[in-house]
Nanobody
Framework: QLQLVESGGGLVQAGGSLRLSCAASGRTFSSYAMAWFRQTPGKERDIVAAIRRSGGTTYYADSVKGRFTISRHTAKNTVYLQMNSLKPEDTAVYIC?????????????????WGQGTQVTVSS
């Protein structure tokens, strides 16, 4: 079983930056496509960014393009989400996910391993 543990969330002012980390253990990290989702109370979980297991292809939601960057470090079994120019509407719980797939995946149902999430709050 693959375990995912997020860190790096917190409170930041609008315009600021945060870097989220997701440490994977228990299985071969390089076998998984990875993604970050976010969720606010009463709403569905939405994809923020995804990256192929090779790291060569990425996907970003329109709302974060140009501001967020997803990356992965195979030797550290870690995927990152660098978030710049944060806005109050970015406030959410950010959740790391893994999919047993060689290709890029962007749907919630494509992912079968989930972390517990880390809270990001952006104040105006």
């Amino acid at each position: 079983q693959l375990q995912l543990v997020e860190s790096g969330g917190g409170l930041v002012q609008a315009g600021g930056s945060l870097r989220l980390s997701c440490a994977a253990s228990g299985r071969t990290f390089s076998s998984y496509a990875m993604a970050w989702f976010r969720q606010t109370p009463g709403k569905e979980r939405d994809i923020v960014a995804a990256i192929r297991r090779s790291g060569g292809t990425t996907y970003y939601a329109d709302s974060v393009k140009g501001r967020f960057t997803i990356s992965r470090h195979t030797a550290k079994n870690t995927v990152y989400l660098q978030m710049n120019s944060l806005k109050p509407e970015d406030t959410a719980v950010y959740i790391c996910a893994a999919a047993s797939s060689p290709s890029l995946r962007v749907g919630v149902r494509d992912y079968d391993h989930w972390g517990q999430g880390t809270q990001v709050t952006v104040s105006s």
